[in-house]
C-alpha cells in the first residue's frame, strides 16, 4: 500500500518523529517530487506518489535510533513492514546506503529519494559537497574506515545524480532555488 500524505503525517505523529526530523523529510519529499513529476515529463515510469511518500517517511526511523543507537534505515524498514507499506520498506530501507546500482538500469523511486535525501541539509537544499562536509563532520567521528565509506557513498550519489539530470530540463544546482 502506498499511503497518501495525510496518512504519512500520522505515521510520523504516530512514531513521535521529532520537528526537525519532520521539516528535513517535507524539504526532501518536496526535492524528490520535483524530480519525480520531471522524470514523468520525460516519459520515465516513475510513482510520483510512491516517491513522495517514500520521501516523507524516508527518516522514520530516525527519532527511536537517537536512543538505541540503532541503524534508522532498519527500523524504518520495520516501521513500513508493520504498518503494511510493503512498497515503502525497501525504499527507506536502502535511503542511506543504495545497494545494486546500475548506472544503465531502470529508474527508481530508490534513487530518487536516495539522492533527494543527500541534498537535504536539515531544512535546507544544499550541493552534494556540503552535505558530505557536514555528514563527515557529524558522523566520521575522525574515523578513517569511516570516512571512506561516506565519501564512497557520495562518490555513488554524484553517479545518481549524473543519472537522474541527464533526462532531466533542469541542473542539480537550480534545485537550491527551491530554499526561496
Known amino acids: 500500500m502506498v499511503p497518501s500524505i495525510r ?7 504516530k ?10 523529510s517535507i524539504v526532501v519529499a518536496r526535492v524528490t517530487r520535483l524530480i519525480a513529476h520531471a522524470l514523468r515529463e520525460a516519459e520515465i515510469d516513475i510513482s510520483v506518489k510512491l516517491a513522495t ?3 516523507l517517511l524516508h527518516d522514520i526511523g530516525k527519532t527511536s535510533s537517537l536512543k538505541s543507537r540503532q541503524d534508522h534505515s532498519e527500523i524504518g524498514r520495520q516501521i513500513c513492514l508493520k504498518n503494511h507499506l510493503d512498497e515503502i520498506a525497501p525504499i527507506v530501507a536502502e535511503h542511506v546506503r543504495l545497494k545494486n546500482y546500475s548506472m544503465n538500469g531502470n529508474y527508481s523511486e530508490k534513487e530518487i529519494v536516495y539522492y533527494a535525501d543527500k541534498r537535504v541539509n536539515h531544512d535546507k537544499i544544499v550541493g552534494l559537497d556540503e552535505r ?5 563532520k557529524r ?4 574515523q578513517k574506515q569511516l570516512c571512506l565509506a561516506i565519501q564512497a557513498n ?14 532531466l530540463k533542469f541542473s542539480p544546482e537550480s534545485l537550491s532555488r527551491l530554499n526561496s
Do not use: P, W
Open 53 to 55: 511518500a517514500a520521501a
Open 154 to 167: 557520495f562518490s555513488l550519489c554524484k553517479q545518481v545524480q549524473e543519472k537522474l539530470f541527464r533526462e
Open 139 to 142: 558522523y566520521g567521528r575522525d
Open 7 to 13: 496518512e504519512c503525517f500520522y505515521l510520523m505523529d
Open 15 to 24: 512514531y513521535r518523529m521529532l520537528e526537525n526530523i519532520k521539516a528535513h
Open 132 to 136: 558530505l562536509t557536514y555528514i563527515l
